[in-house]
């Protein structure tokens, strides 16, 4: 069964940098594009980075709000997806999510709180 388990969360001062992994099992990870999701208190869940997979190598996309900020990359021999946050702001505060787009699982998401 397919499975993400998201980790890496924590508290972090405005400015800072954390870095988030998520370990997929239960289908091919080298085969799909993988995706990090969030959602911050009342507001609907939104796409912030993917990376695509291929022959060709990968490709990736950002939201605009954290475009230059974020990376995520993705290491196929251990199934695992990253997401580095650099220049924290306050607004980035919100549980993040990962998930291979073309699968309707999901993880249970860690915490990331931007606060001074």
């Known amino acids: 069964q397919v499975q993400f388990v998201e980790s890496g969360g924590g508290l972090v001062q405005p400015g800072g940098s954390l870095r988030l992994s998520c370990a997929a099992s239960?289908?091919?990870?080298?085969?799909?594009?993988m995706s990090w999701y969030r959602q911050a208190p009342g507001k609907e869940r939104e796409l912030v980075a993917t990376?695509?997979?291929?022959?060709?190598?990968?490709?990736?996309r950002y939201a605009d709000s954290v475009k230059g900020r974020f990376t995520i990359s993705r290491d196929n021999a251990k199934n695992t997806v990253y997401l580095q946050m650099n220049s924290l702001k306050p607004e980035d505060t919100a549980v993040y999510y990962c998930?291979?787009?073309?699968?309707?699982?999901w993880g249970q998401g860690t915490q990331v709180t931007v606060s001074s």
């Open positions: 990376v695509t997979t291929g022959v060709g190598g990968t490709t990736t």
């Open positions: 239960g289908f091919t990870f080298s085969s799909y594009a």
């Open positions: 998930r291979a787009p073309i699968f309707a699982s």
